[in-house]
């Protein structure tokens, strides 16, 4: 259980007044104040922050209307008349979700009250507001970067919420390199140019036409890049959590990268994510010593708007997965609706899809990649060399490869895939239930599909 104490005062009450009234109603409560409350623009009173300081507690604020939507026991129209709230301290508890337990009690400046909760309190309905905008807000950018620059100031803040981000064992894996120089960009950017030349050879024509029209980088265009990088041993030998999966010390450089970005867009600054590179080839051109691994290069500037939605989205280039399709309950399959249910009922309203051809062989392996039109599906119990033409999917059940089919159609369908043809080479029922789900899946796509 933690309390919630709110607090209502006039301008320059003393903090011996606040600091006595707090104590009386305390003596009686066991537990700890973790959150104090009280109206926008008290924040400032010297008495609530030397209280806050040293309580030890989180400060938070509503605004008047917010503390007038709560209904309290104890109202004052003295107060409404002068803050557009019938109470403060009783208000403020209530509007963190916390259950009021003692009303408020007086001083001859300052009431305050207590609740208390199971749970930690969350946010205001504001301040909620404005964490989930930033996610919703937040783009990989490669267009419009200005020729401004970012000061030293705002750059900090927003490396410093990087620097807050998680980390196993608290090992802080990463590091932050920041490059203004054009020569060393400039390098970059021939890397960047050379791993595109290669991936769009690498494409079916038709993908290849759409994506020329696709901008993959702003390495010149932004003011300054920053490489994010991970050592894998920091902290050595015994860091807490990672001696059974050392990849949790790469994923904590990545989520390092998510808090600068989201930090970034509050900042107003666009961030977009390099990727067509070899990471050895930036780290030479970096001069990364050898023990450290480059995680992610991002461009960082002022831009000219932010996008409704994300580029690939806008370009149709690929389309979002929807979150029903990737929760599952208590064991893998368990989706709130059946995947092939919900691809079956879809079907019935489709609308006829276009875009590139694909040809799926079930039950194959790396040897028929022929071309770029392939993909395989590998329905072996052994993991296959990495291969992104090839799909691993060792069905456990029948039942499971459908769903597998559903998913894999499905999947593809938001990445531009307008054809599907089906070449089943397994002998087993798997590979046949397979292949009956990407039927499923393409039809409630709108896919055209055949059997090879």
Known sequence: MSLVLGVGLRSGTPYAELHELVTTILREQPDTISLVVTVEGKEREPAVRQLVDDLGAELRTFSADELAEQRVPTPSEQVEQLKGTSSVAE???????????????RSS????ALGRTPAAAGYGPGDREAVYRVIAERRDVRRGFLDLPVDDATLGRVLGAAHRAPSVGLSQPWDFLVIRHVATRRKVHELAVAQRDAFAASLPPDRRAAF?????EAILDAPLNIA????????????????????????SAAIAIQNLWLAARAEGLGVGWVSFFEPA???AVLDLPRHIELIGYLCVGYVDRFAPAPELVRSGWAKRRPLSWAVHHEEWGRRTASIVGDAAQAAQDVVPAAGQCVRVVVGGDAAQLQDAEVLVVDLGTDRPAGDF???WRAARTPA???????????????QGVGQLVVQVVEDSERAVAL???????ASACGLTHSSA
């Open 212 to 216: 020329d029209g696709l901008k993959i």
């Open 109 to 112: 400046n300052a009431t305050v």
């Open 435 to 441: 292949a009956r789900g990407l039927q499923v899946g």
């Open 281 to 283: 080839e930036v780290a």
């Open 228 to 251: 994010v990088t991970c050592d894998p041993g920091r902290g050595g030998r015994h860091v807490l959590g990672r001696h059974a999966d050392p990849r949790t010390t790469m994923s």
């Open 91 to 105: 208000a403020a508890v209530l509007a963190t979700g916390a259950q009021l337990v003692l009303p408020k009690q």
């Open 389 to 391: 033409g090839v799909l």
């Open 400 to 414: 499971e490869a459908v769903e597998f089919g559903v998913e894999i159609a499905r999947d593809l369908a938001l």
